[in-house]
């Protein structure tokens, strides 16, 4: 094996116009030689997620853009195959940003081992990952919810709203999803134990909300903004909390308007934006706690997995729309 292939980011898209294949570019590149304090890693899994669509925009940000011409920028989960590191071996598996790539020569930084006993590899980039640790965060340090109180999650079928919902269970709150579709529903309250989830995709989501939380809503864990995000804030309860870890409904830029805002006054709430990649010294914990879950058994995902760095580009515009349930992966190899 002499060459790889990777995607790199074409061009951006314009104002309000929606992610399409021809903004990506697959390349096939000769893999270098490592040098000393280097490792090859072969990627095994890359990871899909909504933040990207940001990073495509040239706009100020709390992150820099994705530069054009350059490997996409994403999670991976990848065995080393060769090393000159001392601290990685050959056969290691281990978890990175590497990037919309099948090979990827690194230092070394912001790359961690981990061990695939009893944790599937494709999971380090899910529930005991980025979004994992997304979810972990939001609700033990912005939502603290106590027992009996009402949590509702939207995007609650997805990688971070599953984990939320289950950690609130275990907490002992009555948690309430909002996603997309009857099936959807079905498994956040069958198959991840919710007590409800409202389908917004059925048209009643004010009404559907109302009834799903009779006692109104202590906690909101906010992915998708908008007339979802609307419909929460209208049922909140004094002193309300609100982790809010991302904004699906505007990532085209378009308007998402809120009428219901008012009621971060009147009811007090406490709304809090964050990035988990800021946290770093909550990530120990966390993953530890949710690695715990996974191997035992307590806590449940679900995977979407395109096969073939080719289908990364379809893949990440489904999840855009919603088209994926659970977390969105593209298998490598």
Same mark, same amino acid.
């Given at each position: 094996?002499?060459?790889?292939?990777?995607?790199?980011?074409?061009?951006?898209?314009? @104002? *309000?116009?929606?992610?399409?294949?021809?903004?990506?570019?697959?390349?096939?590149?000769? =893999?270098? /030689?490592?040098?000393?304090?280097?490792?090859?890693?072969? *990627?095994?899994? #890359?990871?899909?997620?909504?933040?990207?669509?940001?990073?495509? @925009?040239?706009?100020?940000?709390?992150?820099?853009?994705?530069? #054009?011409?350059?490997?996409?920028?994403?999670?991976?989960?990848?065995?080393?195959?060769?090393?000159?590191?001392?601290?990685?071996?050959?056969?290691?598996?281990?978890? &990175?940003?590497? &990037?919309?790539?099948?090979?990827?020569?690194?230092?070394?930084?912001?790359?961690?081992?981990? +061990?695939?006993?009893?944790?599937?590899?494709?999971?380090?980039?899910? @529930?005991?990952?980025?979004?994992?640790?997304? /979810?972990?965060?939001?609700?033990?340090?912005?939502?603290?919810?106590?027992?009996?109180?009402?949590?509702?999650?939207?995007?609650?079928?997805?990688?971070?709203?599953?984990?939320?919902?289950?950690?609130?269970?275990?907490?002992?709150?009555?948690?309430?999803?909002?996603?997309?579709?009857? +099936? %959807?529903?079905?498994?956040?309250?069958?198959?991840?134990?919710?007590? /409800?989830?409202?389908?917004? %995709?059925?048209?009643?989501?004010?009404?559907?909300?109302?009834?799903?939380?009779?006692?109104?809503?202590?906690?909101?864990?906010?992915?998708?903004?908008?007339? =979802?995000?609307?419909?929460?804030?209208?049922?909140?309860?004094?002193?309300?909390?609100?982790?809010?870890?991302?904004?699906?409904?505007?990532?085209?830029?378009?308007?998402?308007?809120?009428?219901?805002?008012?009621? =971060?006054?009147?009811?007090?709430?406490?709304?809090?934006?964050?990035?988990?990649?800021?946290?770093?010294?909550?990530?120990?914990?966390?993953?530890?706690?949710?690695?715990? #879950?996974?191997?035992?058994?307590?806590?449940?995902?679900?995977?979407?997995?395109?096969? &073939?760095?080719?289908?990364?580009?379809?893949?990440? =515009?489904?999840?855009?729309?919603?088209?994926?349930?659970?977390?969105?992966?593209?298998?490598?190899?």
């Amino acid at each position: 094996m002499t060459t790889y292939q990777r995607i790199v980011l074409a061009s951006r898209p314009a @104002s *309000n116009e929606e992610v399409q294949p021809a903004h990506f570019r697959l390349e096939t590149k000769e =893999i270098p /030689a490592i040098q000393d304090g280097q490792l090859l890693v072969r *990627n095994q899994y #890359l990871s899909l997620d909504p933040y990207m669509r940001g990073r495509m @925009s040239a706009n100020k940000s709390y992150a820099a853009p994705q530069a #054009l011409d350059e490997t996409m920028i994403g999670g991976t989960v990848g065995m080393v195959l060769e090393s000159k590191h001392p601290k990685f071996a050959v056969g290691d598996t281990v978890v &990175g940003t590497l &990037g919309w790539t099948e090979v990827a020569v690194s230092d070394g930084t912001m790359l961690r081992k981990v +061990d695939t006993t009893h944790i599937p590899a494709s999971a380090y980039l899910g @529930s005991v990952g980025m979004p994992g640790m997304t /979810a972990w965060y939001g609700l033990n340090q912005i939502m603290a919810p106590k027992a009996g109180e009402t949590v509702v999650v939207s995007a609650a079928s997805g990688a971070v709203g599953s984990v939320v919902g289950q950690l609130a269970k275990l907490k002992g709150c009555r948690v309430v999803g909002i996603a997309g579709g009857a +099936d %959807k529903c079905a498994y956040v309250v069958n198959e991840l134990g919710f007590d /409800a989830c409202v389908d917004y %995709k059925a048209g009643n989501l004010e009404a559907d909300l109302a009834a799903a939380t009779p006692d109104g809503i202590d906690a909101i864990f906010e992915n998708v903004g908008g007339a =979802i995000f609307d419909a929460a804030l209208a049922r909140t309860n004094a002193f309300g909390r609100i982790a809010v870890c991302g904004w699906i409904a505007g990532y085209n830029g378009e308007p998402t308007p809120l009428d219901n805002a008012r009621l =971060i006054l009147t009811n007090r709430l406490t709304v809090r934006g964050f990035i988990v990649s800021e946290q770093p010294e909550f990530w120990p914990q966390g993953l530890s706690e949710l690695g715990t #879950l996974v191997a035992t058994g307590k806590l449940k995902f679900r995977e979407s997995v395109a096969d &073939g760095l080719a289908s990364a580009p379809e893949a990440f =515009i489904g999840l855009l729309k919603g088209r994926n349930f659970g977390k969105q992966l593209v298998k490598l190899s």
